[in-house]
């Protein structure tokens, strides 16, 4: 996709910047090397649909592994203070 200066000049209307007159050109060199870049990606990468392997879910089953409370001792008596079962802290805000 080639972009022109009107192109250019649409885009900077919709993203409500200037662009000034003799910063055109490079500006539109920079957005074509910038699309460039992006089309080769997208060459390399290619559309999941068309590849040849099966896309699957890589992620673990969310499984709870702790039961509510089980750890609070062992928290609590590595805190510096406690107090009726919580840590106590600073005070932050005065």
Not at 15 to 40: C, F, H, T, W
Not at 68 to 88: F, M, R, S
């Amino acid at each position: 996709m080639q972009l022109t200066i009107s192109d250019l000049d649409n885009l900077s209307t919709l993203a409500r910047i200037n662009i000034a007159p003799e910063e055109k050109d490079k500006m539109l060199a920079d957005m074509q090397a910038i699309l460039g870049y992006v089309s080769e990606i997208n060459d390399v990468t290619g559309d999941a649909t068309t590849a040849d392997h099966t896309t699957y879910n890589v992620v673990r089953e969310d499984i709870v592994t702790n039961g509510t409370g089980e750890k609070t001792d062992a928290i609590l008596a590595n805190a510096p203070a406690t107090q009726d079962g919580y840590v106590e802290v600073m005070q932050v805000l005065k």
